[in-house]
């Protein structure tokens, strides 16, 4: 019974993914691939999909936030072939440049660009400078969103494919298969498609054994989220998928002050 109920919600995801292949086209979306376990689920069934249609797969790219894990630069690098995949790394340039590149070193606003500075401005930021830290309210907003959106209008792409799931975070509990946003002054119009939304963290992990998906190997060292190296931590010492899923918090060892802000994230732009 429960292996059924996997193959009827990984079947539901390849539904959804070939909706939006028909909609927009593989040349117009694109996946958000971060290594990480729920986008590289998103990564395979879309691989089963374009294979079963003969067709190629979409572009991937993947958000470089400034402090990244060697173990996921190195995973993406060794299974983009394996899924016939062409990856760009993503990167906002301005304000690691005006860190000399040295996390923990302070920024001042009045050093990085325009759209930056206008960024920070749209958080409500008045402070005249900031410590360069990838996973802070303003880091954050400025290493991913901006990067995102900037990506965005640089390819033009319809939208992309990402890994989110209603039970991952409260802020994304009410998000939709297909969530479309509108444009605004600082991003572009685009749509999000959002495949296994309706998985479990167990379901994440029975799928990547029932289907031999590769998967980083700082989940076997007790990770069970992956985000930004000096802010993210092993929730044990065993394997993410021989953990307690059901009655602790996925997200533990995430930075929780950003936690805390997610919603307010989204609202942004965040994923």
Same mark, same amino acid.
């Given at each position: 019974?429960?292996?059924?109920?996997?193959?009827?919600?990984?079947?539901?995801?390849?539904?959804?993914?070939?909706?939006?292949?028909?909609?927009?086209?593989?040349?117009?979306?694109?996946?958000?691939?971060?290594?990480?376990?729920?986008?590289?689920?998103?990564?395979?069934?879309?691989?089963?999909?374009?294979?079963?249609?003969?067709?190629?797969?979409?572009?991937?790219?993947?958000?470089?936030?400034?402090?990244?894990?060697? +173990?996921?630069?190195?995973?993406?690098?060794?299974?983009?072939?394996? %899924?016939?995949?062409?990856?760009?790394?993503?990167?906002?340039?301005?304000?690691?440049?005006?860190?000399?590149?040295?996390?923990?070193?302070?920024?001042?606003?009045?050093?990085?660009?325009?759209?930056?500075?206008?960024?920070?401005?749209?958080?409500?930021?008045?402070?005249?400078?900031?410590?360069?830290?990838?996973?802070?309210?303003?880091?954050?907003?400025?290493?991913?969103?901006?990067?995102?959106?900037? %990506?965005?209008?640089?390819?033009?792409?319809?939208?992309?494919?990402?890994?989110?799931?209603?039970?991952?975070?409260?802020?994304?509990?009410?998000?939709? %298969?297909?969530?479309?946003?509108?444009?605004?002054?600082?991003?572009?119009?685009?749509?999000?498609?959002?495949?296994?939304?309706?998985?479990?963290?167990?379901?994440?992990?029975?799928?990547?054994?029932?289907?031999?998906?590769?998967?980083?190997?700082?989940?076997?060292?007790? %990770?069970?989220?992956?985000?930004?190296?000096?802010?993210?931590?092993?929730?044990?010492?065993?394997?993410?998928?021989?953990?307690?899923? +059901?009655?602790?918090?996925?997200?533990?060892?995430?930075?929780?002050?950003? +936690?805390?802000?997610?919603?307010?994230l989204r609202e942004l732009g965040y994923m």
């Amino acid at each position: 019974m429960k292996t059924e109920m996997l193959q009827k919600k990984i079947s539901q995801s390849r539904t959804v993914i070939g909706e939006a292949i028909d909609k927009y086209g593989v040349d117009s979306i694109q996946i958000a691939w971060t290594g990480g376990k729920d986008s590289t689920l998103v990564l395979h069934l879309a691989y089963m999909e374009c294979t079963a249609r003969g067709i190629p797969m979409p572009h991937c790219f993947c958000i470089d936030e400034g402090d990244m894990f060697d +173990e996921v630069r190195a995973f993406l690098s060794e299974n983009a072939p394996k %899924y016939h995949v062409s990856l760009t790394m993503i990167h906002n340039d301005d304000v690691s440049k005006a860190a000399g590149g040295h996390l923990g070193a302070t920024i001042r606003v009045a050093d990085l660009n325009a759209r930056n500075q206008a960024e920070i401005a749209r958080l409500g930021f008045e402070e005249d400078s900031f410590e360069y830290e990838p996973e802070s309210f303003v880091g954050n907003h400025l290493m991913k969103t901006v990067t995102l959106n900037e %990506y965005l209008e640089k390819t033009g792409i319809a939208g992309f494919m990402e890994g989110i799931r209603w039970d991952e975070q409260s802020s994304r509990a009410n998000e939709t %298969y297909f969530s479309p946003r509108k444009k605004t002054s600082l991003s572009p119009a685009h749509v999000r498609i959002c495949p296994i939304l309706h998985f479990t963290e167990r379901d994440v992990w029975d799928a990547h054994f029932m289907l031999d998906i590769p998967v980083c190997s700082l989940y076997s060292q007790g %990770y069970r989220s992956l985000g930004a190296r000096i802010t993210t931590t092993r929730n044990s010492s065993i394997p993410a998928w021989e953990q307690d899923l +059901e009655n602790t918090y996925e997200r533990g060892g995430r930075r929780q002050d950003k +936690e805390h802000l997610m919603a307010k994230l989204r609202e942004l732009g965040y994923m």
